[in-house]
């Protein structure tokens, strides 16, 4: 398995409050994705970076924000959370260029009451 | 339309059955598909890549028809631990656009 790790593995929080999200890798893969997945609608990619201090919008990237200080580290900020950010998130790795392979980590489960 | 398309299932199938997923797109130029595995509250897993008109491995066939923008998964044989929900997965730019997925139960 992939060296990618999460935490919280589950967060409870109130609206308003931020939260921010850890995926930490040990593969030394260049891209970074944060995604989230509600039923009916699949994963849906927030952000990625690819690389350090690189970062990009995905589909649903409002409300969401990240940053990648390190290499191994990819951090998800919701400034102020609301209760449609109820959702499992993933994290996921892949090398980029031409081999597009995600490998993901095990999800946070977040509630926001 | 979305992106990804695919069966809603769930399917629900007794061991050894031949069992068939299909999965439409939008993006025309894209070149690469993937099949992805997830089981129950787990992260998805790759199960298989498709680069040209198909891809096999042991039980599972993958096939691609790009005239008409279909994928397919087969599963032959069908074991209990291939329950688990299929995810179809077709890149876009630097995105990777995911399909709700098709839910697959093998029952005894």
């Known amino acids: 398995d992939a060296g990618i790790t999460q935490s919280p593995r589950h967060k409870v929080t109130e609206t308003g409050t931020p939260v921010t999200l850890r995926c930490h890798q040990t593969e030394n893969h260049r891209y970074m994705y944060w995604y989230r997945q509600d039923p009916g609608h699949g994963l849906r990619l927030i952000h990625y970076s690819y690389g350090v201090k690189d970062t990009d919008k995905g589909e649903v990237s409002d409300g969401y924000s990240v940053s990648r200080s390190k290499t191994e580290d990819f951090l998800l900020t919701l400034e102020s959370a609301t209760s449609s950010q109820t959702s499992v998130y993933f994290c996921?790795?892949?090398?980029?260029?031409?081999?597009?392979?995600?490998?993901f980590g095990s999800g946070t489960q977040l509630s926001v009451l | 339309r979305k992106e990804v398309e695919q069966d809603p299932g769930p399917f629900n199938v007794p061991e050894g059955a031949t069992v068939a997923f299909n999965c439409t797109y939008s993006n025309s130029a894209s070149q690469s598909f993937f099949w992805y595995r997830q089981d129950c509250r787990k992260e998805p897993k790759l199960l298989m890549s498709?680069?040209?008109s198909g891809n096999e491995d042991g039980r599972f066939t993958a096939q691609l028809n790009r005239a008409s923008q279909y994928i397919s998964l087969l599963i032959r044989d069908s074991k209990l631990s291939d329950s688990a929900t299929y995810l179809c997965v077709v890149p876009n730019n630097n995105d990777m656009r995911f399909g709700a997925g098709t839910r697959l139960t093998v029952k005894p």
């Open positions: 498709v680069y040209s």
């Open positions: 996921a790795i892949s090398w980029g260029g031409d081999d597009e392979k995600l490998f």
